[in-house]
């Protein structure tokens, strides 16, 4: 049987096979944009505005990226001031990700209520103000530069962002209520996986892209692994992790943690900021190759890109969404196909869509 699963970032297909329970699911993403031939013979400052549009949702994501990729490829260093101001922006984009995904795209799988999306609409508005602030708009800023940060933040400007923060620190209770309200009629212990977990700090040399049109399977050490809050908050939730494993439960309780752990990271991050310093240094620019390994909302972020008299020669990205959801084997499933398998039905779509799913940024 094939299934479109919609409202999530994107759309995808599942070829499912089993009727009550699931059996097996091959999983395919078809829209293809062709970003990175679209990025070959331009200039490398071009990319840092067209990688940006690559999603709406962790755009931010694709610009840190890129400024980090062509920093390495000019071996440049920034200051502390940039490198801070850089890392708040893409917590508060992590976060928004996060409220949007749980009440927006997850909640309604099981809750079907409009006040919940009106929610994650009221809280996500004010984390847009906070990025705004910083990086002088959201979405689809381009703030971030190889050498640092356009913009030059005020004392008063970090006041208001912390005014931001705590204002959403008072929904804490609230928010972990919703998600207990979301089990009382689901089973916590589905959805399990491969029980393999990566992070930013992983060995490049092992990552593996295998094609299949239109879109890339990526593989670790040649195998499947998971990325994303859950392998980047394990060692903070080991105690809910000790008793679901890698369930569904396990997934989505790192995931709303993650937010309020974030939040918190940032108050820290204001406090170490020193304004004297300069935003911007001017690198030195070369012909040479260079990549980047952060951490996006949904994991994993990939840029590797090679630069000739300015020029971009080659681009590649590899996204989380690649490594969560490829469509793997029987003997070697990706996350996704794993946490299906034997499972019943009637919680595919739940299951589906715990991992997060971006299939614009699988398509870039």
Same mark, same amino acid.
């Given at each position: 049987?094939?299934?479109?699963?919609?409202?999530?970032?994107?759309?995808?297909?599942?070829?499912?096979?089993?009727?009550?329970?699931?059996?097996?699911?091959?999983?395919?993403?078809?829209?293809?944009?062709?970003?990175?031939?679209?990025?070959?013979?331009?200039?490398?400052?071009?990319?840092?505005?067209?990688?940006?549009?690559?999603?709406?949702?962790?755009?931010?994501?694709?610009?840190?990226?890129?400024?980090?990729?062509?920093?390495?490829?000019?071996?440049?260093?920034?200051?502390?001031?940039?490198?801070?101001?850089?890392?708040?922006?893409?917590?508060?984009?992590?976060?928004?990700?996060?409220?949007?995904?749980?009440?927006?795209?997850?909640? +309604?799988?099981?809750?079907?209520?409009?006040?919940?999306?009106?929610?994650?609409?009221?809280?996500?508005?004010?984390?847009?103000?906070?990025?705004?602030?910083?990086?002088?708009?959201?979405?689809?800023?381009?703030?971030?530069?190889?050498?640092?940060?356009?913009?030059?933040?005020?004392?008063?400007?970090?006041?208001?962002?912390?005014?931001?923060?705590?204002?959403?620190?008072?929904?804490?209770?609230?928010?972990?209520?919703?998600?207990?309200?979301?089990?009382?009629?689901?089973?916590?212990?589905?959805?399990?996986?491969?029980?393999?977990?990566?992070?930013?700090?992983?060995?490049?040399?092992?990552?593996?892209?295998?094609?299949?049109?239109?879109?890339?399977?990526?593989?670790?050490?040649?195998?499947?692994?998971?990325?994303? +809050?859950?392998?980047?908050?394990?060692?903070?939730?080991?105690?809910?992790?000790?008793?679901?494993?890698?369930?569904?439960?396990?997934?989505?309780?790192?995931?709303?943690?993650?937010?309020?752990?974030?939040?918190?990271?940032?108050?820290?991050?204001?406090?170490?900021?020193?304004?004297?310093?300069?935003?911007?240094?001017?690198?030195?620019?070369?012909?040479?190759?260079?990549?980047?390994?952060?951490?996006?909302?949904?994991?994993?972020?990939?840029?590797?890109?090679?630069?000739?008299?300015?020029?971009?020669?080659?681009?590649?990205?590899?996204? +989380?969404?690649?490594?969560?959801?490829?469509?793997?084997?029987?003997?070697? +499933?990706?996350?996704?196909?794993?946490?299906?398998?034997?499972?019943?039905?009637?919680?595919?779509?739940?299951?589906?869509?715990?991992?997060?799913?971006?299939?614009?940024?699988?398509?870039?």
């Amino acid at each position: 049987m094939k299934k479109i699963i919609t409202k999530i970032e994107g759309e995808a297909t599942l070829n499912i096979k089993g009727d009550e329970v699931i059996e097996w699911v091959d999983i395919e993403f078809w829209q293809y944009r062709g970003i990175e031939d679209y990025l070959i013979g331009k200039h490398y400052m071009d990319s840092l505005v067209i990688n940006p549009r690559i999603c709406g949702i962790c755009g931010h994501s694709h610009l840190i990226a890129t400024a980090k990729a062509i920093e390495n490829a000019f071996d440049t260093k920034i200051t502390n001031k940039a490198e801070q101001i850089r890392n708040l922006t893409l917590n508060f984009e992590m976060i928004e990700n996060h409220i949007k995904w749980f009440y927006i795209t997850l909640f +309604p799988t099981q809750i079907r209520d409009k006040k919940y999306m009106f929610k994650a609409l009221n809280l996500s508005q004010n984390i847009s103000k906070a990025i705004a602030l910083i990086a002088g708009q959201y979405p689809h800023t381009s703030y971030a530069i190889a050498g640092g940060i356009t913009s030059d933040i005020t004392y008063v400007d970090l006041v208001k962002v912390r005014n931001i923060i705590n204002e959403l620190l008072e929904f804490e209770n609230e928010i972990w209520q919703d998600f207990e309200k979301f089990f009382e009629n689901l089973p916590k212990e589905i959805g399990k996986s491969n029980n393999r977990f990566i992070t930013k700090d992983l060995d490049i040399s092992k990552v593996k892209e295998i094609k299949q049109n239109p879109y890339q399977n990526v593989t670790y050490d040649n195998l499947y692994y998971e990325t994303g +809050p859950l392998a980047r908050m394990k060692q903070y939730v080991n105690f809910v992790y000790e008793e679901y494993e890698d369930s569904i439960y396990t997934r989505i309780y790192a995931r709303v943690y993650e937010i309020f752990y974030l939040l918190k990271q940032n108050l820290e991050i204001i406090s170490k900021i020193n304004l004297s310093e300069k935003s911007y240094i001017k690198p030195n620019i070369a012909s040479n190759k260079g990549y980047s390994i952060i951490e996006a909302p949904r994991g994993v972020l990939i840029h590797e890109i090679e630069i000739l008299n300015e020029k971009i020669k080659n681009y590649n990205i590899i996204v +989380p969404t690649q490594f969560n959801l490829s469509n793997g084997t029987i003997n070697n +499933p990706s996350p996704a196909q794993k946490a299906l398998q034997g499972e019943k039905r009637e919680y595919l779509d739940t299951i589906f869509k715990c991992f997060d799913i971006c299939a614009v940024c699988i398509g870039h």
